[in-house]
């Protein structure tokens, strides 16, 4: 699996931007999602899982209830929709595909994509 993660930006504090991440193959369905994020300096951290099905998702505290994760298997890709940015959000955002669950670990993923970089200006 090969993913592509797009959608990011600069962006002012308070407002929304929506990643992408496409994959190419036929067995984009049979994986689970995620998304992490690491800030310059700052280890890198999960943001959100989902099933392969999109029936289960999960988010990391700290995000919840600001970040969306949800996928269209149809079209191959799975999105991140991030609103009421603040400055700390600031990071490169990687999706990632795992043969098993949607966990919050990065080594529980099999396939990551190249990164999309979000910049919250204060």
């Known amino acids: 699996v090969q993913l592509q993660a797009s959608g990011g930006g600069l962006v002012q504090a308070g407002g929304s931007l929506r990643l992408s991440c496409a994959a190419s193959?036929?067995?984009?369905?049979?994986?689970?999602m995620g998304w992490f994020r690491q800030a310059p300096g700052k280890e890198r951290e999960f943001v959100a899982g989902?099933?392969?099905?999109?029936?289960?998702?999960s988010c990391a505290d700290s995000m919840k209830g600001r970040f969306t994760i949800s996928r269209d298997n149809a079209k191959n890709t799975v999105y991140l929709q991030m609103n009421s940015l603040n400055s700390e959000d600031t990071a490169v955002y990687y999706c990632?595909?795992?043969?098993?669950?949607?966990?919050?670990?990065?080594?529980?993923?099999?396939?990551w994509g190249q990164g999309t970089l979000v910049t919250v200006s204060s």
């Open positions: 989902i099933s392969w099905s999109g029936g289960r998702t």
């Open positions: 990632a595909a795992s043969r098993a669950a949607y966990g919050s670990y990065g080594d529980e993923y099999d396939y």
């Open positions: 193959g036929r067995t984009f369905s049979s994986y689970a």
